[in-house]
């Protein structure tokens, strides 16, 4: 069956939706030509509405469709988001949500069975559209993801998901999925109630159009209508519906500190919306999806969308420099970062040699990085054999076997110049001619590191974030002499990892730690004024980052912060003044952070970070005694951050205002509505910002003394993104 679904593919080629129609069944095939994924534009409904013409004469005697896609990797990704740019008010926005649940609607009435039977990505408009079909059938292809990821563009679903979902499988676990942007697999999305079958893909089309004649014979009945009304009938009951409400929004004020409008306005639609019928709540829902889509949050995020996939898309080089294929990776140095990177690889397909001096650090190292794998297949529900064979791609060692045939060599050792040219030489001496070595240092040149290199050319930087799991950013950094084949290939391994990278060139601190670094000093300075602790943590998270700078300090470690700190406070002697006092006080006392549970912060017995701790004031010198306005210490904190990332842009440290805001975004957490510190300058206006940090000169001195290229975009009326508002 896979030759059928290989020749819809080609016989697609060129109608963005078609429609064949054999023995009463009728295969309506997506392929947009013109897009490399299927997306809702206006195109795309116009077609639709004549294939569901058609379908509603009963053309050619139809008796059951099936809706597949001729896309490898998406069924269907969702409304096009290219457009939402062209929503200048909130009617713009309004009629397109309009135009997709009148598509829906259509759908969901015609008198025929339909099959949903998807293959790659159904998300945001793609999954709405799957849910307007009779049945759904979805394949086991690691492609395959379903979810409503519209909140992480700042709307909500608007194509009838509001009001679809909930009814199918219950208010709690649609919250759930609306509100975080999860995306499930085949196999979650049938234990969520969503998807009714799931198959290999080689038989998609074929179990699709048999189910799709089973419906049709009233011989197979979906699982919506075999179950009684809302599946979970207690959630019907309004005190647990009021219960329910409460707590989902008590969750996300504690997330988003209410800065997200977009999560609250969706509970408010779907509490307002569940006693109605489904056209009213859709009515609802197309009004708050207009509104939602002008503002300016869903623009900063639709901003960090499109730049995360080009810097995901785009290495920046020519279209001769060609990446080596990596399927085979070895990593030197088992600790916590090499175990990561061990995981991240073999999760992805990709053979590991995870190499250490010591047998028990070896095996360690491949403990931790097989307890992460074994999550993640539970999380995903891998069946046993699949488990084993993910596991086995990480093979430990404590010599260099095995890195012969290794395409990539990261070097993940102690932050020891003269260890890691070491480890660089014995490398070279096992590894073959055309290996890659990425050094995950995050404190030493790449170009000193080179200077041990007999091939120099080969080496780059490859700098993982902590936990690897999690953090999606790598930093790429590479020196003068790195070729040009060297970044092509870190970057396609950093993608094929699912990591999002960013070439940036070997400066101090490189881009993230570089605009992390004054950040950081600023608030121990601030510390040094007595402002308190949580009253600094509340400040940066009212702004919208993860977490506080004091917290961080603690959560990085202090003895690595002043290690770092100190790095940048030589390399950028001129403005950066002398590291504050208070680090090195902390670090003397013996505190560490969370690693020896004692920091800024005290910390219980499980590990988990109680109050601040009242006893650093008198260490700092200077109790607590100053009121600073929150407003104030905001602007200190992120304008010191926005001023250095422009400075690395002007230096040619970045390549562009794109990889900077996705650095500032997935490496450090800058609040992801605000689009990162260049999205920021566009939007607050470059005059106001540089005027802002001329006021701070005055009164703080030269760490506050603006870029030139921001006097320069103020001067020339530019901005860093045409499209900013
Ligand atoms: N609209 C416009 N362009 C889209 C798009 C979309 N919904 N989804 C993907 N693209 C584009 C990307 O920008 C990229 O363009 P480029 O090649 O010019 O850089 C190209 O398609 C390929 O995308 P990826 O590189 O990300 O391809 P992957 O294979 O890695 O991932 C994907 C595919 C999983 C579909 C991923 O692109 C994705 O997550 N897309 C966004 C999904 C989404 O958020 N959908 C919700 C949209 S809002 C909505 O539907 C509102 C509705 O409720 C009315």
């Known amino acids: 069956m896979a030759t059928i679904l290989e020749e819809e593919r080609q016989t697609a080629q060129g109608a963005p939706v078609r429609m064949e129609i054999r023995d009463g069944l009728a295969v309506v095939t997506l392929n947009d030509p013109a897009r490399p994924v299927n997306v809702i534009?206006?195109?795309?409904?116009?077609?639709?509405?004549?294939?569901?013409?058609?379908?509603?004469?009963?053309?050619?005697?139809?008796?059951?469709?099936?809706?597949?896609?001729?896309?490898?990797?998406?069924?269907?990704?969702g409304a096009d988001i290219e457009e939402f740019k062209n929503f200048a008010a909130p009617a713009d926005a309004e009629a397109a949500s309009r135009a997709g649940q009148e598509m829906l609607d259509r759908l969901e009435q015609l008198r025929i069975p339909v099959v949903a039977a998807i293959d790659g990505a159904a998300l945001g408009g793609g999954l709405e559209t799957a849910l307007a079909c009779t049945y759904r059938i979805a394949t086991d292809s690691p492609k395959t993801k379903l979810g409503l990821p519209e909140v992480q563009l700042g709307i909500i679903p608007g194509a009838g998901g509001t009001a679809r979902l909930p009814r199918l499988i219950g208010l709690r676990a649609a919250l759930d999925l609306m509100l975080t942007g999860k995306q499930l697999d085949a196999r979650r999305a049938m234990k969520a109630g969503i998807v009714d079958e799931v198959v290999p893909q080689t038989v998609l089309l074929e179990v699709a159009s048999r189910q799709a004649m089973a419906l049709a014979a009233k011989k197979l009945q979906p699982r919506a209508a075999r179950r009684s009304g809302s599946p979970e009938r207690l959630e019907n009951l309004l005190p647990m519906r009021k219960l329910i409400f409460s707590k989902a929004r008590q969750g996300v004020m504690e997330k988003t500190h209410g800065l997200y409008p977009a999560p609250l306005r969706l509970l408010k639609v779907i509490e307002a919306g569940l006693d109605k019928d489904v056209r009213a709540a859709q009515e609802m829902e197309a009004r708050a999806f207009g509104e939602l889509a002008v503002t300016p949050e869903a623009r900063s995020l639709v901003h960090v969308f499109f730049t995360s996939t080009e810097a995901k898309n785009d290495v920046g080089l020519g279209d001769d420099v060609k990446p080596k294929s990596v399927d085979q990776i070895a990593v030197v140095g088992a600790g916590f970062m090499g175990a990561g990177i061990a995981a991240a690889s073999a999760e992805n397909g990709i053979r590991v040699r995870l190499k250490d001096v010591k047998p028990e650090a070896a095996a360690k190292g491949l403990r931790t990085a097989r307890e992460s794998l074994i999550k993640r297949a539970k999380r995903k529900k891998m069946r046993r054999f699949e488990v084993t064979k993910l596991v086995d791609r990480v093979q430990p060692t404590t010599e260099y076997s095995g890195f012969h045939a290794s395409d990539v060599v990261v070097e993940a050792v102690f932050e020891d110049l003269s260890l890691k040219h070491r480890v660089i030489k014995e490398i070279e001496e096992h590894a073959g001619e055309g290996v890659v070595l990425g050094s995950n240092t995050s404190t030493i040149p790449i170009t000193k590191l080179a200077e041990a290199s007999a091939r120099p050319d080969h080496v780059i930087g490859l700098h993982f974030f902590s936990p690897v799991e999690k953090m999606p950013l790598v930093e790429i950094i590479t020196h003068e002499g790195t070729a040009d084949w060297v970044t092509a290939t870190a970057h396609a391994y950093a993608k094929k990892i699912g990591k999002t990278p960013i070439v940036v060139h070997d400066s101090p601190g490189f881009y993230v730690n570089r605009i992390l670094s004054p950040y950081m000093a600023e608030a121990a300075l601030l510390l040094q004024e007595g402002v308190r602790m949580e009253e600094l943590d509340r400040a940066m998270t009212e702004w919208g980052f993860p977490v506080g700078p004091v917290t961080l300090y603690d959560e990085v470690g202090l003895d690595v912060a002043q290690k770092a700190g100190k790095i940048m406070a030589e390399a950028f002697a001129d403005r950066m003044g002398n590291p504050p006092t208070v680090i090195d006080k902390m670090v003397a006392d013996g505190r560490l952070g969370r690693k020896n549970s004692k920091g800024f912060y005290t910390f219980g017995e499980d590990g988990k970070k109680q109050g601040p701790d009242e006893a650093v004031y008198a260490l700092i010198g200077n109790p607590p005694k100053k009121e600073t306005p929150r407003a104030e210490l905001q602007e200190r904190l992120g304008l010191i951050m926005v001023n250095e990332a422009v400075r690395t842009l002007e230096e040619g440290v970045l390549r562009s205002a794109r990889d900077g805001d996705v650095g500032a975004v997935f490496g450090i957490g800058f609040p992801p509505f605000r689009g990162g510190p260049f999205w920021y300058v566009d939007v607050t206006g470059a005059q106001t910002v540089l005027d802002r940090l001329r006021a701070l000169e005055q009164r703080f001195g030269a760490r506050y003394r603006p870029a030139k290229l921001l006097e320069e975009m103020a001067r020339d009326g530019r901005k860093f993104f045409p499209d900013a508002a």
Request: hydrophobic share 45%.
């Open 41 to 77: 534009s206006e195109g795309m409904l116009r077609e639709m509405g004549e294939i569901l013409e058609r379908l509603e004469n009963g053309e050619g005697g139809v008796r059951a469709a099936v809706i597949v896609s001729a896309k490898k990797g998406t069924w269907i990704a």
